[in-house]
């Protein structure tokens, strides 16, 4: 029997109604002759609620008490989902992590899996089971403690599962219908991608994070699973989703494939720093132990052996930065006359697996601009994306002008 992953995101499964309008959907992929693994999240808020017990609890808490506590919710819906299905005559039991056992190294609360054996799961299936309901976001480490994946760790279960049970497809039901190609709160002209490329879904990580975690995307890539994105609050036959695929499943795509933006960024300069060898690991180093996460740099061009160093960073980094950069000149481990910061940008990219092969998107996309009167403070470009850095109140403004410009609203 074809396997087929269904994974329930929290708002799908927030309450016991919600719960069997799910169980419907798996119980018709079971008469459509599938075995199916049902990854479960959640119910909607709750793993909020039980972080925040832990850290009432203990502000310096036990990472593997904290794992205890926050990976129960899912327990709970997965014996709530067995038992609807079990209402509905389905054959179904549920999993918890340790059960399967879905094994993770130690790192608690951020732990990466490391292999799932698919024997005691399979024997089941042999033995007439029809669905394998499963606690998602958790596992086993080595050392036989429970573990968790990270926040929205679910997708990752439900992906990882695809992968080692060789899914036809990974369906991931959720409260949107799909991977649009901008947020639609930003431009109504948005519109819903039927397929998007492994690579052009992790680029659009910042509108898709609400919708797959980036990890999930990243494993997805590497072991070929068919990922779906699904509404559940949708009955009808054509809510049939985004497909996130290999580029060679996509016939024909737009150059661009949507565009992307990031409100909260900030931008610093160092002023007057020495150009020599060694310079940029003086300045990044510190950045980087005072776990500042830095995103686009530039050097200008030297004059008089002196240059210019811009980066952008997280907007709520922005003290941890300065301080870096305070106490690294202290040192004299770097030299500069002046650290100017502005906390009021934003960052827009447009990204496609077009772009590979085709010329003038950069200009097109700095003319769209141009026309709009928006000033472009930086540039970066990847083999299929540019980011631009612009001030923040253009944000919307930035990201309505490059839809249009790229007729995104239209299909390939
Ligand atoms: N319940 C967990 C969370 O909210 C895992 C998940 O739903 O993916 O992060
Ligand atoms: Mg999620």
Same mark, same amino acid.
């Not at 003290?319 to 827009?348: C, H, P, W, Y």
């Given at each position: 029997?074809?396997?087929?992953?269904?994974?329930?995101?929290?708002?799908?499964?927030?309450?016991?109604?919600? %719960?069997?309008?799910?169980?419907?959907?798996?119980?018709?992929?079971?008469?459509?002759?599938?075995?199916?693994? *049902?990854?479960?999240?959640?119910?909607?808020?709750?793993?909020?609620?039980?972080?925040?017990?832990?850290?009432?609890?203990?502000?310096?808490?036990?990472?593997?008490?904290?794992?205890?506590?926050?990976?129960?919710?899912?327990?709970?819906?997965?014996?709530?989902?067995?038992?609807?299905?079990?209402?509905? /005559?389905?054959?179904?039991?549920?999993?918890?992590?340790?059960?399967?056992?879905?094994?993770?190294?130690?790192?608690?609360?951020?732990?990466?899996?490391?292999?799932?054996?698919?024997?005691?799961?399979?024997?089941?299936?042999?033995?007439?089971?029809?669905?394998?309901?499963?606690?998602?976001?958790?596992?086993?480490?080595?050392?036989?403690? %429970?573990? #968790?994946?990270?926040?929205?760790?679910? !997708?990752?279960? $439900? &992906?990882?599962?695809?992968?080692?049970?060789?899914? @036809?497809?990974?369906?991931?039901?959720? /409260?949107?219908?799909?991977?649009?190609?901008? /947020?639609?709160?930003? +431009?109504?002209?948005?519109?819903?991608? !039927?397929? =998007?490329?492994?690579?052009?879904?992790?680029?659009?990580?910042?509108?898709?994070?609400? &919708?797959?975690?980036?990890?999930?995307?990243?494993?997805?890539?590497?072991?070929?699973?068919?990922?779906?994105?699904?509404?559940?609050?949708?009955?009808?036959?054509?809510?049939?989703?985004?497909?996130?695929?290999?580029?060679? /499943?996509?016939?024909?795509?737009? &150059?661009?494939?949507?565009?992307?933006?990031?409100?909260?960024? $900030?931008?610093? +300069?160092?002023?007057?720093?020495? !150009?020599?060898?060694? @310079?940029?690991?003086?300045?990044?180093?510190?950045?980087?132990?005072?776990?500042?996460?830095? !995103?686009?740099?530039?050097?200008?061009?030297?004059?008089?052996?002196?240059?210019?160093?811009?980066?952008?960073?997280?907007?709520?980094? @922005?003290?941890?930065?300065?301080?870096?950069?305070?106490?690294?000149?202290?040192?004299?481990? @770097?030299?500069?006359?002046?650290?100017?910061?502005?906390?009021?940008?934003?960052? =827009?990219?447009?990204?496609? =697996?077009?772009?590979?092969?085709?010329?003038? *998107?950069?200009?097109?996309?700095?003319? $769209?601009?141009?026309?709009?009167?928006?000033? =472009?403070?930086?540039?970066?470009?990847?083999? %299929?994306?540019?980011?631009?850095? %612009?001030?923040?109140?253009?944000?919307?403004?930035?990201?309505?002008?490059?839809?249009? #410009?790229?007729?995104?609203?239209?299909?390939?």
């Amino acid at each position: 029997m074809p396997t087929l992953v269904m994974k329930f995101g929290g708002t799908s499964v927030a309450t016991l109604d919600r %719960i069997r309008r799910a169980a419907k959907r798996v119980g018709r992929e079971v008469a459509n002759g599938h075995d199916v693994i *049902v990854i479960v999240s959640a119910m909607s808020g709750k793993t909020n609620e039980l972080v925040g017990w832990v850290e009432e609890t203990s502000p310096m808490f036990d990472a593997r008490e904290y794992d205890a506590v926050v990976s129960s919710g899912e327990q709970v819906t997965a014996g709530l989902m067995a038992l609807t299905l079990q209402e509905m /005559d389905v054959p179904a039991r549920s999993w918890a992590g340790w059960q399967v056992p879905l094994k993770t190294n130690s790192a608690h609360a951020a732990a990466r899996i490391e292999e799932i054996p698919t024997e005691n799961i399979n024997a089941k299936f042999a033995e007439g089971m029809k669905v394998a309901v499963v606690a998602g976001f958790q596992g086993i480490s080595p050392e036989g403690r %429970i573990t #968790t994946l990270g926040r929205g760790g679910s !997708d990752t279960t $439900a &992906v990882a599962f695809a992968a080692a049970f060789d899914a @036809i497809r990974c369906d991931i039901y959720t /409260d949107v219908d799909g991977v649009y190609t901008t /947020d639609p709160r930003i +431009t109504s002209k948005a519109r819903k991608l !039927d397929k =998007i490329a492994f690579e052009e879904m992790l680029e659009l990580a910042s509108l898709g994070a609400k &919708v797959l975690q980036t990890r999930s995307v990243e494993l997805a890539m590497r072991f070929k699973v068919r990922l779906r994105v699904l509404s559940s609050f949708e009955d009808n036959d054509d809510n049939a989703g985004t497909l996130v695929c290999a580029e060679e /499943d996509i016939m024909e795509s737009n &150059v661009v494939a949507g565009v992307a933006f990031s409100r909260d960024e $900030a931008k610093m +300069t160092l002023l007057s720093v020495a !150009d020599r060898p060694g @310079i940029a690991a003086a300045i990044f180093g510190p950045l980087a132990d005072a776990s500042v996460n830095v !995103d686009m740099i530039v050097q200008n061009i030297s004059e008089d052996g002196r240059t210019d160093m811009t980066f952008s960073l997280p907007v709520n980094q @922005i003290a941890r930065a300065e301080k870096a950069m305070d106490d690294a000149k202290a040192s004299g481990e @770097i030299n500069f006359s002046q650290l100017v910061t502005d906390a009021d940008v934003a960052k =827009i990219s447009v990204v496609g =697996i077009g772009m590979r092969s085709h010329a003038g *998107v950069a200009s097109q996309m700095f003319k $769209a601009l141009r026309d709009e009167g928006i000033n =472009i403070k930086v540039i970066t470009t990847s083999e %299929i994306k540019i980011s631009v850095l %612009i001030d923040r109140k253009y944000m919307e403004l930035a990201v309505q002008a490059l839809h249009d #410009t790229f007729e995104l609203h239209k299909t390939a």
